[in-house]
Every structure is written in C-alpha cells, then in structure tokens.
C-alpha cells in the first residue's frame, strides 16, 4: 500500500518535508499528464494556501490532513471558483458556496490544487461527454474514464480525490485506473454543494491510494446536515465483526482471486445468487432519468446557466438554450425522465420501479443479516473508446452490479485485485456498516 494520509500527516507535523515543495511537485505532475485531460483547471491559490498550512505547522495549529493535497470533481462547489458539471450550459457558472464536506477537509488543512473532469452532469454514458473533451486512463490505453479521479490517483497528481459517485463514475473510474474507491452510505455525507443529477443516487466518495484513508476521510467529513433532508448523521450499524463473506461471481478473474483472497485470511466464504438483474437495469434507468428530468428543469437559462441569444419569448429561452447548451445524452436522459414523470406515467414507471428496488432490498438485506459484506464484480465497459461509441445510453448487464449498492443506498468499497485489470471488486456492506468494511477492506488488500 502507498502511504496513507495519517502517516502523510505525521511526516509533515515532524517537519519531514515543507507543503510548498510538495506542492511544487503535484503542480509538475499535473503538468507533465497534461495529455490525459483529468485536470480542467489548476487553483491559483494552491502556493498561498501550502504557505499559510507550513505556517500553523510552526505554530502547532496545523490540522488532521496537513501535508495532504486533493482535487475536487467538477461537480462539487467551492467559494469563487467555477463549476460546470462538464456542461457547456454551466461553464460560466461561479459557486456561491463551499460544499459542506469539502469544507471540512479545508478545516483539516487538506489543500485543494484544482477541478477533475467529468461526464456532462455525471450521466453514465460509454463515452466521456465532457464539455472539456474525454478523459484517458492512467495506463495510457484507448480509454476513456467517465471522470478524472481515478486518473490523478493513479498517476500521484494528488493524495486523494473526490467526486459524486451518481453512475458509479468514481468507482469505475478506479476500476479503469487501478485505485481503490470508497462510496459512503447514503445520506452519511452532506450532498449540499454537490451538483445533482439524480437525488436518490448523489454520493460524495473519494477515489485512493491508501484503503486504510476510507476511514480517516469519513470520519471528518460525516455528520447530520440540516440542510440536507436525506442526511442520516453518523449512524452506524452495532453489529460485531465476524469473518463471514458472501459473494457473487459472473466468471470475474478479479472475484476468483478476491475469494482465495479471503480465504487466505481466514474468512469463512460462501457463493450467493443475485435476483433477476435485468429488472434492475430497467428500474435504475427508469428512476435515473425521472430524477434527471426533475432536478435539470432548473437549467432552463433563467434560473441556472447561460442563455442562448435572440429569443423572443420565455419558450424560445427555454427551447434554445438546451438545444445549443445541453449534450446529446443529457436531452435523451431530460426528455426521457419527463416522460416518465407525467402524472399518468408516474405509477406505470416510477412507482413500480420503487417496488422492485425494495424487493432487492430485502433480499440483499437477508444476504447480509450474518455476514459482513457481499462481494460483487466491479465490470467496465471496455469498449467505450477514446474514438467514440454510437450508443450512450446502453447500461451492459455486466455493469448492473456497479448500480445495486448505489440503488440501495449502501456503502462500497471497491478495489483492484488484479494489476492492471480494467475491473475491480467491490465489497459491498450493510446500511451503516462503513467502519466494518474498512476492516474486510485492509484484511482483503493484504492478502492478495
């Protein structure tokens, strides 16, 4: 394992290195992998700001995570600094505020060096949709990542990144670049500041070098949030630790080396069967695109976003605007979800799809009831190549695996068993779980 943030901290505090050497360094780094188009923009700050941290450090005031550098998806808000969720309809747009977690991290004296790209509102698509262009992976293959954090870990641009895992976009872009992710329960971490495409679905996670992070990281960032109606606060599952892990297998390499893995360990392992995926798929889409249709109605270039010229009424303002500023996936998923939601569609769509979610929630619930967590394939679709795809909207059976937990609500961590491998694993617990995770997390990294 590459160091962690609390041994990074304590070098720092024993005056083993100064934040602006360090900074010096990932500013070469970034510039050096400008050709993967992970970075869209590097704070000017970033030198002030390691000046000021070196500073507490003389004082003995530095916090948790000095020493530490971040980047921050461009989906997430900080004070002054733009945000456009890789849409053109939002490149102009200047963040009013800080998100909540990521203000937390600064309080800690984490430093933020700049924005991660990311697919047009995060909407999985097999190709990078990004205002920005696309983004290669780390290995420097013909694939494109549907964001940047996975990229800027893997190549040491930073310590540790951040994104909203809406799509599984911070997970697969791990599995694409061999770094370990971590998506926290949801409601866990407050979502204010972070740009939605799907409210169900919106999760801060954090893309690392070290799985040990997973647990220093959420326990600054968690906690209620008033202003944040989903927010659970700190709750956590009280169940006692046990060495009981069940698992699925499609015929992953990845799963088959997880399993010896464990059992090395000294875990007590069983195979399972998932129920129907294909009602899955369908019931994700379905409650993805309503979501999307509901939560971009605001991007309409009168409440958010640029404006397109010579309208002469409120109908051409709306009409022209998405069609000059809003991507080929994101009309098809907006025009979709508003279908979806129409009153008379409502219960034959939405509210069905609500009830398969709940059945699998049973079920994985009973999973789970004895064990510590399921271990699911973590499969990207490889084919989504730099030179494009003609179908975007395609979510492969392979890849529903990735959409179960985030459907649920529960928290993942995912990681690379093999070197290389363009899939992972995620090790998948129950709602509240995070810190026993960690645990079957470190014991599984160990033993590979």
């Not at 995926?277 to 369908?282: D, G, I, V």
């Amino acid at each position: 394992m590459k160091t962690s943030l609390i041994e990074i901290n304590k070098k720092y505090l024993n005056n083993e290195f100064s934040l602006e050497e360090k900074a010096q360094q990932f500013l070469s780094e970034i510039k050096k992998n400008a050709d993967k188009n992970a970075v869209i923009e590097v704070f000017d700050d970033v030198l002030i700001n390691a000046k000021a941290v070196d500073e507490k450090r003389k004082n003995k005031t530095a916090g948790k995570l000095s020493g530490t550098f971040f980047m921050i998806e461009d989906s997430i808000m900080v004070k002054g600094r733009k945000m456009s969720h890789g849409s053109k309809v939002l490149e102009d747009f200047v963040s009013p505020f800080t998100s909540v977690a990521v203000q937390k991290l600064l309080d800690e004296d984490a430093i933020i060096l700049g924005r991660c790209n990311v697919n047009e509102f995060s909407y999985y698509a097999k190709n990078n949709t990004s205002n920005y262009g696309k983004v290669k992976n780390a290995y420097g293959e013909d694939l494109t990542c549907n964001s940047g954090v996975g990229v800027v870990v893997k190549n040491g641009l930073c310590d540790f990144a951040i994104g909203n895992d809406v799509c599984a976009n911070v997970r697969k872009s791990g599995a694409l670049n061999g770094v370990s992710s971590y998506r926290p329960t949801y409601g866990l971490v407050s979502r204010v500041g972070v740009s939605s495409l799907a409210s169900s679905f919106d999760t801060l996670s954090f893309a690392l070098s070290n799985e040990e992070d997973a647990k220093t990281l959420i326990d600054i960032v968690k906690g209620a949030d008033i202003k944040d109606m989903n927010s659970i606060g700190a709750k956590e599952e009280k169940k006692p630790f046990n060495k009981k892990i069940v698992y699925f297998n499609d015929g992953n390499k990845a799963i088959q080396k997880a399993v010896d893995s464990f059992k090395k360990a000294g875990y007590e392992i069983k195979e399972v069967t998932l129920p129907n995926l294909k009602a899955l798929n369908s019931a994700y889409q379905i409650m993805l695109s309503s979501e999307c249709g509901s939560n971009l109605s605001r991007i309409d270039g009168i409440k958010f976003g640029k404006r397109s010229d010579n309208c002469n009424d409120i109908e051409e303002v709306y009409r022209k605007t998405r069609t000059e500023f809003l991507g080929k996936p994101i009309k098809y998923l907006t025009i979709l979800g508003n279908y979806m939601i129409f009153t008379e569609n409502v219960c034959e769509f939405y509210s069905k799809s609500l009830d398969i979610k709940n059945q699998i929630r049973f079920y994985i619930d009973e999973i789970l009831e004895d064990a510590y967590a399921l271990v699911l394939p973590l499969n990207v679709d490889t084919n989504a190549k730099l030179d494009g795809v003609k179908d975007y909207y395609k979510l492969e059976d392979s890849e529903v695996y990735a959409v179960l937990p985030e459907m649920l609500g529960l928290p993942v961590v995912s990681l690379s068993t093999i070197n290389n491998g363009l899939s992972g694993v995620q090790l998948v617990g129950g709602k509240g779980s995070d810190d026993n995770l960690f645990n079957v997390a470190i014991d599984l990294k160990k033993s590979l």
